[in-house]
Every structure is written in C-alpha cells, then in structure tokens.
C-alpha cells in the first residue's frame, strides 16, 4: 500500500532575515546593550583610525604646558611631558582592542576545538583532553603571560599568543559541556528518528546550541583578557614600544602623579571601564537576544 | 459547621515579558471545617496561584490586585511576613506536586520531619523523634527507624511524597493544601498515597484543600468540589450534586473529556481548544471563547453564580436563563 | 485483529551501565504488532517501556534477540537500510517542546523529514507541510510560527505531522499525553484514532495511563521490571486480567464513582517497586503480590497462553490452568 502524500496549501517559511530581525529585536530591547554596542562601535573606529582621528601625534610635546587639567585644548589634560592624555588614550586603545581581541579569537578557536572534540570523541580521548584543560584552567595564567611577555620584551603578536593559550579552558570546558547536553537530548533523539545523519545533527542542533552559547561567553572573556593585559602592564611598567601604548602604562604612570594630577589616572581608568562595561552589557543582551526563554506565549 | 478558609474576590496578576497575565479574576470559596474541598481546572486555571497567593508563597513580581482571604479572623493577605510564619506548617501544611522542591536533599528524613514539631516549639527533641517515627510509620513506610537516616534522592518518588506529608502533618495543623499531591506519581502509588493520606487526615479530623487537574482524584477523596477556569469559579458543587448533576458546560466538557476504561473506542466528548492565558480580565464568561452554547450576553456580560440547590452553584448565563425561566 | 503482521520482536534484552551494576531494562521481551493495529503498552516508570519503544524501530540495538519490520531485520540491517526504513518507523516524543528544534519555525521542523529524504521539490514540500498541518488539526497559518508560540498541545500535534511526513506504518507515541491537560489529551487521543483508520496506521502507544492506552489499543501488553508480564487484545484484558500485577493497576485506576456512597475502597497494591539494581529472583513481582507461593521466589514464570491470544507469566494462573 502506497502511503499517502499530504497536500494542502502551501506553508510560509519566515526567511532567515526575518529570524535575525527577531533576534536584534530582543537585542535593541534591551537600551543598555544597545547603548554598549554603540560605545564598542566608537571604540573600534578610534582603534582602527586612532592615527588619523587623535588631535595630536604621538610625537608632539608641549613642555611648557605639562600636566594641565582637561581643557578645550586638552580635553583629557596632558601629562608631565606636556603629551596630550586623549591621544595616547586613542592610541592606547588601539593596542589594548588589539591585543584584546586577537588574544580572545585564539582562546577560542582552540577552546572550542579541543571542547567539540572532547565531546564528540570516545573516553580515552575525552578525559586526555580534560585533564589538560583543568591543566590549563587552574594554571596561573597570569604569571605564565607575564613570562611570556618579559622573555619576549612584549612583542604584540607574543602576547597576544601567550593571553591566548592560556584562556581557553574556559571554552573548552563550556563547549564539551554543551556538547554532552545536546547530545542526550530529546532533540537529537528525535533528529535520529527521522534519519538524520551525523553531520546533520551536528551542524542543525547541536551547533546552533553551542554557538549561541560561546558567543555570550566570548564577551566575558574579552573582558577578563583586557583586563589582565592592563594588569600585566601595570606590573612590569613598560608596555610595547612607542608608538604602541597600553591601558596599563597609562595607568601606571598615572598612579604615580594621582595626588597632584587626577586626570591622568581617573580618565584612562574611565575609558578603560566604559569599554569592559560595554562589553559585559553586550554579553548580557545578546544573551537575551539568543536565548529567548521567557518568551513564551503559552 | 463553621468555616476555615474563606476568600473573598480574590485577584492576582503577573507580568510576563510583553503582556501581563491576570491570573485570578475575582475568586471566592469557602473550606468548612472537616471538609476535603477539591479545586479543580486545567493548567492555567489559577487554581495553585489563587491558594498560593493565600499563603504569601508567589514569587516577587505577582501581584495581589484585590482580595480577602480569612483564616481565624485574620486577613492571610495582609498579614505581616514574620506572623504568616507562625501559621505556616503550624496552623496550615502543606505539600505539592514538585518531589524536587519539597526536601531538602542535604538533610535527613528524620530531621526533616522533626524540624516543624521543634521550629513550632511544639515538644523537646526526643518527643519529636518519637512523634516522627510514628508518623512515618503511619504513613505506610516500612521500617521508620531505617528511613530516619537516610536521605530524600534514596527514597522512591511514592516514599518521597509520603515523607512530605508527614513534614506537613507534623505540626498537626487544622487545614492541609495540597496542590497535585499525586500527579506525578503511578497510579498504584497515587491509590497508596491517596489512602495513607485520607486515613491520616480523617483520624486527625483536619481540613483538606486539594488542588487536581484530575476528575478521579476528586471524586474519589473529596466532599465538594470547585471547578475552576479563568481563575474564577465556574460551579461549586457538594460531590453527589457534582458527579450527578453538575451543569456548567465546562465541566460537562471536563467530564467528557475523561477516558473511560471500556476498551471499544467511542467519540470522546472534547473540549475545542485549549486552556486560555488572560492578558487582560475578561469581560464576559472567561470560558465563552471554547464553550459549545455560547450566545452573545457570555462576551458581554460576566455570569454569576447562580444556587441550584442546598450546596450547588453554577455561573453559566445558561443555566441563570433556564432557572428563570421554570422559575 | 489483523493477522498481517508488521513488527515482530523476538526474545529482545537490553542493558545499561549504571556505575558499577549493571540494570536490564528490557528482558527477553517477545511481540508482534498487526498492520494498521494499536499495541498499548502499559507499566509504571522504569518498567522499561521507553527502551522497548526505542528498540522496536531501531533507535536503538538489542543486546540479544531480533526485531523485524515488513520483513526486515533492524538489528542487521546496514546503516542505509536503517535510514530507508525510517520512514515507515516514526516515533512522537512524551515533550514535544524539547524534541523540537526550537530555533526554527514550526513548518522547517516539519519540512526537516522531507529534506533528509530528499522528498518533494521545495514548493511541494510547502505543499505537503501545509496538508500535513491541516492533517493534524491545525492551519497553514501555524507554519511560520515558531515552536515557543503555541501550547503544550499544538507543539504535540507538530510533532506528530513531522512523523507523519514521511507516511509511516508504525508511530512509537512514548507517553505523549503525560505533560497535556485533560481536555488536550482527549483530542490528540481522538486525533491518533482519526489517523490510525484513515492512514491505517500502527501504533505502539506507551503510556501508564491505563485507561488511554484501553480506550486506543487492539493489543495490550503489560511490563513490570522490563518483563512482559501479560498481552492480550484489550477486551479480553479489560474482562479477565490474568496477572496479579494486571489487576492492580486496574484496581488502581480512579474512575468517577456513581455517587459517594458507591466509591471504591482505594485497593493498595502493598509495597514499592523493586529496584532494578537488585531485582527480585524469580517472578519479579513476587515481592508485592497476593498470591505469591514457594516456586514464584525462585522459578521465573513463563509467558504461556490462557486465552485465546492471551498470554501471561504467572505461576497462579499456570497452576490453576
């Protein structure tokens, strides 16, 4: 007996543009992710055209004017040299983006790699993978970087390596995790019913799952990643060669000056926590963005 | 007979992410003393929230829109957070569908039943253990000493439910909620626990609200039933008038809706539908929208409830009609 | 009953690890489910009724034993084959909401069978989905929607015209009515009865609702600890359970009485069940039943006939047949 074809009229499949229109919805809902994202946006033009935009270069000098509060001139003042604290601040920037976001690009490719491969993989593999994770996770990271760094006079590809390759147990950790989840699902289960094959389901369902997933988290590494740059800098007090800078130099100059010169330290923290908050409010909203539970209707 | 619970026009709403739902939509019942009152519906009916909302148990953001709920002269809905822990488990137990949330996992089974006897100051500490011991043996579970020790994830779903029953008998409180005390259960551990549950209420001659989605739980355990829908109460009903002669058309459909075991497959009689979430009240009958009789005044106009008899009440503009009419 | 049968298991088993120990959850289970015929199969939680179900269509493989369907064997055939005969083998999950592929509308989790197939071009296949809904009892208009937006019961009815997509001949339903409320389950009941004579569809309906699996079923069997205790067609079962285990669970159910006065005593069943790490010797149920005697502690019993088509493993019944 020849099983019957269903007919009826034909469905609507809303485009995957109408998806992604949903998903920016729940996004731009959120005013405080969608202010981040703006902020993230400013910060990655004055990165990438910092020379182009900063009001002075690196190389002017105004000893007549040093350490001179915020003016129309100088809107973040100038240091002891008489250097304007907005461009280096600009340049700063551009270095600090740099290292930031290379260094969370490498934790995560090999994160997520070692993660999937971990969880798709057999036993022996598996706890060989996880065992060097935990190696990883609990090794002192900074204090490794900070090796890394000094043996190799803050070399910005180095650096970037060496806060790379020690951050990615995170998403290693995340990624098998997942992984595991969706595997026993009910989804997969039933993607299994109805013949799909392995690619299939890793690509349909569980991909989509992890992805959404490891994108939230990339926000919160990026943060922890900046964040010990800035610490790493402050630590050795020499940061890359001119004309590089980074947040922590500036820091650590401004410390030493913070009783007569509030500027040089409170402006450069400032920007510096305006960008780290940026990130997390935009971890959060595509968090939401991503995940739409609680959005039911029923 | 006097009354132990009674609340009076009872609303309750919570927002949701866009709109806000109104969960419970001017609710009165009455619980006498010495009464086991079934309060059914579906999911969504209200029926938890308007009982939970009574004990100040919803969680932050619900909302109690207007409502009286008396208990001993005292108003549950406004009375003070540290005087509702007095009554809690002293004066009113309780247990629910939810295994998972009933237990502690970290704690034994015989702390856990001690604990409101000496939260509530009720006797020393060996009395408690005596008093504990017999009462899980009193709710069917074999070997008490042995079950004292150990810990809620080594006991069955069954020994679970019975050991929270017991947490909530502890106290001797006067009137007991259970809300779905056996929905997750297999049926032949829902009839044990039903039974330990009935014989232990009986003997202490308490007052029993039990909240079921299921019909043959009801019929079987309870004195008087409130079918519930919209969060309001559609007929209320004494259980021969209920089983009989029950006229609302949602519980005809409620009715009609149960499986018989007859093994020949007949039509089912069903409700269209399923369940609404009101985003705002209804205006009308909340069930209008999935009721087989519905005319133009049940979109417009809210139906009260009408006596049918000693202990029976229907709101239905059908059956107000009806009775104007032979009246 | 219809003597052409579909599905035939013989003497399946299977086991898990937990830990150390290891748990049978289905042994030496042997059944046959007709063309176009429902095989209700009842038991509590961990009775292993969800394993059985996932064997039957191959889901998953038996440690020993064999299943056939139209004649062939899932637990040799290659991984093509395997494919090829899923779509005559489909199955609807107890919680559609998880079963479904929430990051995609109701019609691409519909349409996902018909991919994988390679059935239909792209504008029939919109077609077949909107036919398929239709089918189910929903609209064309659902299609676009995404799994979130509808309720308990729509999402079950989803997940039924996606196994309905590829014209199965056998639908495993594992305790698909347990999460819907009782006017719900009326209508999925009536709508797999609808589909059941008008596609000619076979169900093995797994539930521990005894009276949904009564009201559906031709065929009912009963497992307890992984064991088929009793199968019969349903009216002899409804009229003469053989198995004490049987009757308990009949005895369990909760039908509305004639009035208070005429209620049933609540008849328990004394005891829990069993755990499966160490199951009772002999008949597994001896531990919890009335009639147990000194051969039930030790000699499992054996599936034997006491009726026309009715089978049951007990020693009671054997010794008073």
């Known amino acids: 007996m020849v099983s019957r074809v269903f007919e009826g009229p034909p469905v609507m499949v809303p485009s995957r543009s109408a998806i992604w229109l949903k998903g920016w919805r729940r996004f731009a809902a959120n005013r405080a992710a969608l202010l981040g994202l703006l902020w993230l946006i400013l910060f990655g033009v004055v990165a990438l055209w910092g020379r182009q935009l900063a009001p002075y270069s690196m190389q002017y000098a105004n000893l007549f004017a040093g350490n001179e509060g915020p003016s129309l001139l100088h809107p973040f003042g100038t240091d002891s040299l008489g250097q304007d604290m907005l461009t280096m601040v600009m340049y700063g920037l551009r270095y600090t983006l740099a290292v930031g976001f290379g260094a969370t690009v490498v934790a995560l490719v090999v994160g997520v790699f070692i993660g999937l491969t971990s969880g798709m993989a057999g036993r022996l593999l598996d706890e060989g993978l996880m065992r060097l994770t935990d190696f990883v996770y609990a090794f002192p990271g900074f204090l490794f970087a900070a090796f890394i760094v000094g043996a190799f006079h803050g070399q910005t590809e180095v650096v970037i390596l060496a806060f790379g390759l020690t951050q990615w147990a995170g998403f290693a950790r995340l990624t098998r995790g997942l992984v595991l989840t969706v595997r026993h699902s009910e989804l997969v289960e039933s993607g299994r019913a109805i013949g799909a094959s392995r690619a299939f389901i890793a690509l349909r369902y569980i991909l989509p799952q992890v992805v959404n997933s490891i994108i939230v988290y990339t926000a919160f590494v990026a943060v922890n990643i900046i964040t010990l740059q800035a610490e790493l800098s402050l630590f050795y007090g020499t940061g890359p060669a001119l004309p590089l800078i980074s947040f922590g130099q500036l820091i650590s100059q401004g410390t030493a000056d913070v009783l007569g010169y509030w500027w040089l330290l409170v402006l450069p923290v400032g920007t510096l926590i305006s960008l780290l908050v940026a990130l997390v409010v935009v971890g959060e909203g595509l968090q939401a963005a991503l995940n739409p539970k609680g959005n039911r209707i029923l | ?327 | 009953m219809s003597d052409r049968p579909f599905l035939q298991i013989q003497q399946i088993s299977k086991s898990f690890a937990l830990g150390k120990a290891r748990i049978d959850a289905v042994r030496a289970v042997s059944m046959t489910i007709a063309e176009g015929e429902t095989f209700g199969l009842v038991g509590e939680s961990g009775s292993g009724k969800s394993t059985l179900g996932r064997l039957a269509i191959g889901l998953m493989k038996p440690d020993a034993g064999s299943v056939r369907a139209s004649g062939v064997d899932l637990v040799t055939a290659s991984p093509a084959k395997l494919r090829e005969m899923r779509k005559s083998l489909q199955i609807v999950f107890q919680d559609a909401q998880s079963a479904l592929n929430g990051r995609v509308s109701v019609a691409s989790n519909i349409m996902e069978p018909l991919v994988i197939h390679n059935q239909g071009t792209p504008s029939e296949r919109l077609r077949r989905i909107g036919g398929l809904l239709e089918r189910v009892g929903l609209t064309a208009a659902h299609g676009p929607a995404m799994p979130d937006e509808l309720s308990g019961g729509q999402l079950q009815r989803v997940m039924i015209a996606r196994a309905l997509a590829l014209g199965p001949k056998l639908l495993v339903c594992d305790e698909i009515l347990s999460a819907l409320d009782l006017s719900v389950q009326a209508q999925v009941l009536s709508l797999l009865e609808d589909l059941r004579l008008t596609e000619h569809l076979a169900y093995l309906f797994i539930s521990h609702n005894l009276s949904a699996v009564s009201y559906l079923s031709q065929v009912i069997g009963v497992m307890y600890l992984g064991e088929l205790v009793e199968w019969a067609p349903t009216k002899s079962l409804l009229e003469k359970p053989g198995h004490p285990y049987t009757k308990a669970l009949f005895d369990s159910i909760l039908d509305v009485p004639e009035s208070k006065a005429a209620r049933k005593p609540l008849t328990i069943l004394p005891g829990d069940i069993p755990s499966v790490i160490d199951r009772p010797k002999g008949c597994p149920f001896h531990t919890r039943c009335p009639l147990t005697m000194d051969i039930c502690r030790t000699v499992p019993p054996q599936l034997v006939q006491v009726g026309e088509h009715h089978h049951a493993a007990c020693h009671a019944i054997h010794a008073a047949g």
């Open chain 2, 1 to 327: 007979m006097s009354t132990v619970l009674k609340i009076e026009d009872l609303a309750v709403s919570f927002p949701s992410t866009d709109k806000r739902i109104f969960a419970v939509n001017g609710l009165s019942l009455e619980v006498e003393r010495g009464e086991w009152l079934g309060v059914v519906g579906e999911s969504g009916s209200g029926k938890s929230v308007s009982l939970l909302a009574c004990l100040q148990l919803l969680t932050g953001d619900a909302h109690i829109d207007r409502g009286r709920a008396w208990f001993e002269g005292k108003d549950l809905l406004r009375v003070k957070r540290k005087a509702m822990r007095t009554i809690l488990g002293r004066k009113i137990g309780m247990v629910f569908q939810n295994l998972a949330n009933g237990l502690d996992p970290a704690m034994r089974i015989g702390a856990q039943v001690m604990e409101p006897m000496l939260a509530h100051a009720l006797c020393n500490k060996p009395e408690a253990r005596r008093r504990a011991l017999s009462l899980l043996a009193e709710l069917g579970l074999s070997d008490p000493e042995r079950q004292f020790e150990r810990y809620p994830f080594e006991l069955s779903g069954g020994m679970r439910q019975r050991v929270m029953i017991a947490v909530a008998l502890a106290a001797e409180p006067e009137l007991l909620i259970a809300d779905e005390p056996t929905t997750a259960l297999d049926t032949t551990v829902q009839v044990q626990v039903l039974s330990v549950l009935q014989a232990a209420c009986r003997k202490r001659q308490m007052t029993v609200i039990m909240v079921t989605h299921d019909l043959g739980v009801a019929t079987n355990v309870c004195d008087r039933v409130v079918v519930m829908y919209g969060g309001q109460v559609m007929e209320n009903a004494e259980i021969d008038a209920f089983i009989q002669r029950s006229v609302h058309p949602y519980t005809q459909g409620l009715k009609g809706s149960m499986i018989p075991i007859t093994g020949s497959s007949g039509t089912l009689q069903q409700i269209q539908g399923s369940a609404a979430i009101f985003h705002q009240v209804p205006v009308g009958c909340p069930f209008a929208a999935r009721c087989p009789h519905a005319f133009e005044r049940c979109q417009t106009e809210r139906p009260k409830l009408v006596r049918l008899g000693a202990e029976h009440e229907a709101a239905c503009h059908l059956v107000d009609q009806e009775c104007a009419n032979v009246g």
